[in-house]
């Protein structure tokens, strides 16, 4: 049981290029979301999904898009990065209503 | 929507003390509490939850209390230890169309002085 995995861990892109961050987990978890960490200011939802074929927004969802077509994955797509999504990228996944979240270990993402 | 203030923004003690740290939340209809721990270059990680329908709960060295009217809610850490030391962040969560919309605070770091 790997819990949630992200991939890669590392990227670094440069300004307008496109890119998909991979997220999966193993224990069929219908809530899966994203989030970005930036310094002092927590953990912001970008985008969630309450099972697969259900996205909807969060907190900061302007330049990234998902989509949810198994339980398993829930890619992130950045469309043209800009410097200001130079982050630390975490998926997270959940049973529901009222539980935890598991999170991935994080994609650190630099744009230049 | 959710607002989720936390203090103190960063926190030093001498091994064995106590630390406390605090939120306070703004919407009444926030119903579950995690607190989360995160090491450095490491994930955010559980460590202790409450819901809304509960005023305390303890874990060890670790208790979190809720004020529901006060709309506060803080994380008590007893004999701190130095592998304590890390970035605290508690988060309010609230059923919104069906999933549980978390919001989090901007995190404490805790200093444990050996």
């Known amino acids: 049981n790997a819990g949630v995995t992200q991939t890669p861990k590392f990227q670094v892109l440069k300004t307008g290029q496109s890119m998909t961050l991979q997220c999966a987990q193993d224990m069929n978890h219908e809530y899966m979301s994203w989030y970005r960490q930036d310094p002092g200011m927590g953990l912001r939802l970008i985008h969630y999904s309450v099972g697969a074929g259900i996205t909807d927004q969060g907190e900061v969802p302007n330049g990234y898009n998902v989509s949810r077509s198994t339980t398993e994955d829930f890619p992130l797509r950045l469309l043209s990065a800009a410097p200001s999504q130079t982050s630390v990228y975490f998926c997270?996944?959940?049973?529901?209503?009222?539980?935890?979240?598991?999170f991935g270990p994080g994609t650190r993402l630099l744009v230049l | 929507g959710e607002n989720v203030e936390q203090h103190p923004s960063t926190l030093s003690v001498q091994e064995g003390d106590s630390a406390v740290i605090k939120c306070t939340y703004s919407d009444s209809a926030s119903n579950y509490f995690p607190w989360y721990k995160q090491e450095l270059g490491k994930r955010p990680q559980l460590i202790i939850d409450i819901r809304s329908n509960v005023g305390e709960k303890k874990d060890q060295r670790i208790a979190v209390t809720l004020n529901k009217t006060a709309k506060h809610f803080s994380l008590h850490i007893t004999e701190t230890q130095p592998e304590d030391s890390a970035v605290y962040f508690c988060a309010a969560s609230i059923l919104s169309g069906g999933y549980q919309k978390v919001t989090f605070g901007t995190g404490t770091k805790l200093q444990v002085i050996p």
């Open positions: 997270a996944s959940g049973t529901g209503v009222g539980e935890t979240q598991y």
